[in-house]
């Protein structure tokens, strides 16, 4: 049975351009799809960035028990749901997850096993620099951001792994040498189902 990743961190810092890149050249990894309430962004679609779920939907699962984490972010609700990580384990996949740091944490202490990866900026100037260039959000919103970003980073003890993310690609050999263990699985997978000649 595949293990499992959670890449974390605060908004901005980079996790899901790492995350891709690790599911790009590591196809043994594969990529759990979190279920939220807010609506669809432009390009995104259904199963692909988030199961798009009605409040109603949302609430009627946790009452079920359904989901392996879930928060409240940013007047949303996002989740994990268990059956998605089951289908992609039994495949034999590892899974990632990209998790806001709050749910990565919670997703610990359902899988102990899990890993979790602390993905942190060089300093909180760097990180608001980096969302001002991002030209997407208020200066209300980058204020609520960063005031989120000092809690989460005061959580990072709490992470089995740290990655300080200031140069793109030393962060990703980091964050490959924190998976060490699982990339030989990995490599060994990807020749098992790769086509013979």
């Not at 392996?68 to 990580?85: D, F, S, V």
């Not at 610990?108 to 260039?133: H, T």
């Amino acid at each position: 049975m595949g293990g499992l990743v959670v890449v974390a961190g605060p908004s901005g810092v980079g996790k899901g351009t790492l995350v891709g890149r690790l599911l790009a050249e590591h196809p043994a990894f594969a990529f759990a799809v979190s279920c939220t309430t807010r609506a669809p962004r432009p390009g995104e679609a259904e199963g692909r960035e988030y199961y798009f779920l009605s409040e109603e939907d949302f609430a009627r699962r946790v009452a079920a028990d359904e989901f392996a984490e879930w928060e409240a972010l940013h007047a949303h609700r996002y989740g994990t749901l268990k059956a998605e990580i089951e289908r992609l384990r039994h495949a034999g996949r590892h899974v990632l997850f990209d998790l806001d740091v709050k749910g990565a944490l919670n997703l610990k202490r359902r899988y102990p096993e899990a890993l979790l990866v602390f993905i942190a900026p060089p300093s909180l100037e760097a990180l608001e620099q980096r969302l001002r260039g991002r030209g997407s959000e208020s200066e209300e919103q980058i204020r609520i951001r960063l005031e989120r970003s000092r809690e989460e980073l005061a959580l990072a003890p709490r992470f089995d792994r740290l990655v300080v993310n200031d140069d793109l690609d030393k962060s990703y050999q980091d964050l490959c040498g924190c998976l060490e263990a699982l990339l030989p699985a990995a490599d060994n997978l990807e020749e098992r189902h790769a086509p013979s000649a």
